[in-house]
């Protein structure tokens, strides 16, 4: 479960930055900075589930709980990937 909520919570901080920063002119520290965080959050997240998945002795609605709080970070790998491609060049 652990793995789960800290997941989510840099998701949400990354999030949070790029709602507040925008998709340009980011400095080299700020982008380190949140590609760091939003790594975080999906490594954090398949672990989380990997766990969910192999732990004998969790319940199911435990499992069920820890992978709805890690389905955020995985599912926002491709949805980022598609604003990156799609959203951002239309900016201009």
């Known amino acids: 479960m652990r793995l789960s909520i800290a997941s ?3 998701l949400a901080v990354a ?5 507040i920063r925008g998709g340009e002119n980011w400095s080299r520290a700020f982008a380190e900075t949140w590609y760091g965080l939003f790594g975080g959050a ?3 997240a398949i672990a989380a589930v990997v ?4 732990t004998r002795g969790a319940t199911g609605r435990r499992r069920l709980a820890i992978v709805a709080l890690a389905l955020p970070a995985i599912v926002a ?5 598609w604003v990156f491609i799609v959203l951002v060049p239309l900016a201009d």
């Open 8 to 10: 989510l919570s840099r």
């Open 51 to 54: 766990f969910a998945i192999a």
């Open 77 to 81: 790998v491709p949805l980022l990937i």
């Open 15 to 19: 999030v949070a930055m790029f709602a």
């Open 42 to 44: 999906v490594v954090l």
